[in-house]
């Protein structure tokens, strides 16, 4: 007997993917004829499981369709599903595939893999700005020094490289301990200088990575969330910077990384850089219940076991108080400042209730503001100590770094999946996540955690098979660079056309390479970029800043296969279609419809079109 059933199918599951609460679902089983069964849909709520009947509906050709409805409940949850088939004494079961990427169904004879729905708020809405932008991410000290003032100087711990171009690396003692922390001397008066040249690529947001006072280069180890790191510049510097991106239509996003500090942060004080008296210095510090104390005051919990960053209770009245609700709290003095939205650092690391409070709290101060997670997983289904998060539910965040993009796309363009199961990837984004959220994804290829996007394209050697100093020293070679250019531009005209925020990770653009942290963390290559990547992205990121279609349009898969991965973007009358090709054989190409003409020469391409070896189609039809 054959049965059929497939989640990203309306034809089965109606409504596709996520719900709102309250709203009916329609579920249907395709089953051959010739066979005596009963079936029912089995639905999940909460560790609750409710059988639903499925009653024919129809006779199709050799099959009968059943159907059940059941409604969403009334609050934002996620439901789980899986079918339980009857034939005489025998039982068996429908689900999702033990890959749980939603799709096609699987046979199982106990303990089904379910289906997955997610139920969120009716009240989603991600500000236009933000859903419709195009970000870039900024590493202060590595991305651009304007002027020949070292802003470090005076300051221990530090030393500045005079060569701007130098490698990094981290420099440590026998003990792996960081013997000092090396920096460039980029700055906000750097960044300001090159608003004319993010423009050129649509930029409308700025992602910084920290930028409060802290006693290192990357400064997650916050030291004062009151104050700018004089490393970066001045207030006055930090004001000049919000000025020329409101002139410049961009907005700001900063890093909060509000789970853990440094153990020299003024909370804490644990190397007494501060007057006050930290936690560390006296259980009568007004800090003293920030922190979780194991054995006082040398033992305490710290972000996975590094005691450089102790961990802080995100839930005492008084941290909330500092950082979130307090009439001048931190979020609200810096969002005073002109900031409009806060990247969450390791937000399952983060309390739901902490970001509930910050959600609220930020949208207080301006209704269009935005709350973004660190989240590298499904973010619909992540756990974090054996806790299923509540980030989509509607009340927390507005977006998620979308890592599974970067997999999905990275696997198939260097061989490891082939478009079908790319695609699998992305659907199951698409099935799990409310669509709000789904269209306000940040769509990255890099990060300042991850290699450098041209260095994995590049077919180099897996990072975890290499010593320390060959990561250090790594170049791509001539050939490998040239597979991995052309990688990159097919990978990047993907990100600048899919929906979501693009985000371009500082010097991506210019062919910047190097393997993960420190390495990815190299400074911009001002006046030795790489020409051929920094024209594309100039030119298929402007398209994107200018075009409806892409921003606001619908997204639809359509040929993903093999070397191949198309899709659609459609608003109104006009469709976009993209395509590419990984594979270094040219294939025949079948256009959705006719009227397309290629969108970066104006060429009427024919219904059957040839798709070149690592090539691309990029084209719009006016008239569908």
Not at 61 to 80: K, M, T
């Amino acid at each position: 007997m054959k049965i059929f059933y497939n989640s990203h199918d309306e034809e089965y599951k109606s409504p596709f993917g996520a719900v709102v609460t309250g709203e009916q679902v329609d579920i249907r089983l395709r089953v051959e004829k010739g066979t005596d069964i009963s079936c029912g849909v089995v639905v999940m709520i909460r560790a609750v499981d409710v059988e639903f009947e499925m009653e024919e509906e129809k006779q199709d050709g050799d099959y009968i369709v059943y159907r059940a409805e059941f409604s969403a409940p009334n609050h934002p949850c996620l439901i789980h599903y899986y079918f339980s088939i009857r034939e005489g004494e025998d039982t068996y079961y429908i689900g999702n595939c033990s890959e749980k990427l939603g799709g096609e169904c699987c046979l199982y004879y106990e303990n089904p893999v379910p289906y997955q729905i997610t139920v969120a708020s009716r009240n989603i809405r991600v500000p236009k700005w933000y859903k419709e932008g195009i970000m870039y991410q900024v590493y202060v000290d590595r991305f651009n020094k304007a002027g020949d003032e070292n802003f470090y100087a005076g300051r221990k711990g530090f030393v500045r490289y005079e060569n701007w171009n130098e490698k990094n690396r981290y420099m440590k003692d026998d003990s792996g301990d960081i013997l000092f922390w090396d920096v460039y001397g980029g700055n906000l008066r750097g960044v300001i200088e090159k608003i004319p040249y993010l423009r050129e690529f649509g930029v409308s947001i700025l992602y910084f990575n920290p930028i409060f006072e802290s006693n290192s280069n990357h400064k997650y180890d916050t030291g004062d969330y009151e104050k700018l790191d004089s490393g970066y510049g001045s207030d006055e510097d930090f004001e000049e910077l919000v000025k020329e991106c409101d002139k410049n239509g961009i907005s700001i996003i900063l890093d909060g990384v509000f789970s853990h500090v440094g153990m020299d942060s003024k909370y804490f004080n644990r190397l007494g850089k501060y007057e006050n008296r930290g936690a560390y210095n006296s259980r009568d510090s007004e800090y003293f219940h920030w922190f979780r104390f194991k054995n006082y005051p040398d033992e305490y919990e710290c972000w996975w076991g590094n005691k450089s960053l102790p961990n802080v209770e995100e839930m005492n009245p008084s941290y909330i108080d500092y950082i979130l609700r307090g009439k001048n709290s931190i979020v609200k003095q810096w969002m005073r400042k002109g900031v409009k939205g806060w990247r969450l650092d390791v937000a399952d690391e983060l309390p739901d209730e902490f970001i509930q409070i910050l959600k609220t709290e930020t949208l207080k101060e301006n209704a269009d503001s935005i709350v973004l997670g660190e989240v590298w997983e499904d973010a619909s289904n992540k756990k974090s100590y054996s806790k299923l998060r509540e980030y989509f539910y509607g009340d927390e965040l507005d977006s998620v770094m979308n890592y599974p993009f970067r997999k999905a796309f990275t696997g198939f363009l260097t061989g490891y999946l082939d478009g079908a199961k790319a695609l699998k990837i992305i659907m199951s984004i698409f099935e799990n996540y409310p669509r709000e959220y789904f269209y306000s994804c940040m769509n990255l290829v890099g990060t300042h955690d991850t290699e450098r996007i041209l260095t994995y394209l590049g077919d180099s050697p897996e990072e975890r098979s290499l010593d320390e100093d060959t990561r250090y020293g790594y170049v791509l070679s001539d050939e490998q660079r040239g597979y991995g250019v052309k990688r990159l531009k097919l990978l990047s005209l993907i990100q600048a056309t899919f929906p979501g925020v693009p985000c371009i990770y500082y010097g991506d653009e210019a062919g910047m390479e190097g393997y993960s942290d420190p390495y990815c963390r190299g400074t911009y290559p001002w006046g030795n970029e790489n020409e051929e990547i920094l024209s594309w992205y100039r030119k298929i990121f402007k398209y994107r800043e200018g075009s409806e279609v892409l921003k606001r349009g619908t997204w639809e898969p359509y040929a993903c296969t093999g070397d191949m991965f198309s899709f659609t973007r459609t608003l109104g009358s006009k469709t976009i279609v993209v395509a590419v090709n990984r594979s270094s054989t040219d294939m025949i190409f079948k256009l959705p419809g006719s009227g397309y003409e290629d969108i970066l020469t104006g060429e009427e391409l024919d219904r059957k079109t040839k798709l070149k070896g690592f090539g691309f189609i990029f084209a719009i039809c006016s008239n569908r």
